[in-house]
């Protein structure tokens, strides 16, 4: 069985596309556990509608953290590989079967990931994201993530209840807690990924807050600390992780207008790595001089 975990909060208006995407798929044994993060909209009303013994609903109080309610899903899973979609996303049709069947036919691999298409409303923004496109590899990608080279999108992710005994739960300290997740996934396990876009990533503006950024490069600086200390990264990797997530955060101050943060930020960068020319004309042009 293959249990699919969808956190939610207040997507009562998107969330039937995403429970369709999961129970239309033609692998059919799984569960749908859905996670809800104390929803104010329809969202209890809407799922009492759906009569499909495959899905378990679990309201919780509000707290923000999709973290906490992935590790209680986990908890209440009963399948032997655990795959997760956001209440926004939807799943094409044979990505679960796709998925499974790699994993079935390469017991050496500990997770499957594909690729992604993003669109807002009508429109597709990015067709697919990776460089590559039909085909499928195996192989270890943890190098690539340290390296920034790789991105892994969770509503594609499934891997094996299994992995969990080397990788550990979600930090429950972050509020998403996925980089951290997928580093240490990668770091113990080699992937199985499909360079094809199986999964339709929705931009909306309740996903587009400002707050958004500055709490994933936050949670990048923590990865990179946990694993530089576990020894599972070099020091150069780390120190580069670091100048790359203030230089990220000086341009979203200097977007948001505050020249003062983005200047901080900028000389933090330039601390850690001086040959950055282009974060040296950024610190210049917000007014620093370090």
């Not at 207040?10 to 859905?34: C, F, K, M, W």
């Not at 996903?207 to 576990?230: C, D, R, V, W």
Request: hydrophobic share 35%.
């Amino acid at each position: 069985m293959v249990s699919v975990i969808l956190p939610t909060y207040n997507r009562a208006h998107l969330l039937p596309e995403s429970i369709e995407s999961v129970l239309s798929q033609g692998y059919t044994d799984l569960e749908l556990i859905i996670m809800d993060d104390g929803s104010t909209d329809d969202t209890r009303d809407l799922l009492s509608g759906i009569r499909d013994d495959r899905i378990k609903y679990y309201p919780m109080p509000h707290t923000g953290y999709t973290s906490r309610l992935k590790n209680f899903a986990i908890g209440q899973s009963s399948g032997d590989l655990l795959a997760f979609i956001d209440s926004d996303d939807t799943w094409k049709a044979g990505k679960l079967e796709k998925q499974v069947r790699l994993l079935n036919e390469n017991p050496s691999i500990g997770f499957s990931l594909t690729d992604v298409t993003t669109f807002r409303g009508d429109t597709i923004l990015i067709d697919h994201s990776y460089h590559l496109l039909n085909t499928v590899q195996c192989l270890n990608i943890f190098h690539w993530m340290e390296q920034s080279r790789f991105i892994v999108y969770n509503p594609t992710l499934i891997f094996r209840k299994g992995c969990l005994a080397r990788t550990g739960y979600f930090d429950e300290s972050m509020r998403s807690g996925d980089y951290h997740f997928n580093m240490r996934l990668a770091y113990h396990f080699d992937a199985g990924i499909f360079f094809d876009p199986l999964v339709m990533r929705r931009v909306h503006d309740s996903n587009m807050s400002e707050q958004i950024p500055f709490e994933n490069y936050t949670e990048y600086l923590e990865t990179f600390g946990y694993l530089y200390k576990a020894g599972m990264t070099r020091r150069r990797y780390f120190q580069k992780a670091r100048a790359n997530a203030h230089y990220k955060m000086g341009l979203l101050h200097e977007g948001n207008g505050d020249r003062e943060q983005a200047r901080l930020h900028f000389l933090s960068s330039l601390r850690i790595n001086p040959l950055q020319l282009k974060c040296l004309r950024r610190l210049l042009k917000s007014g620093g001089n370090g």
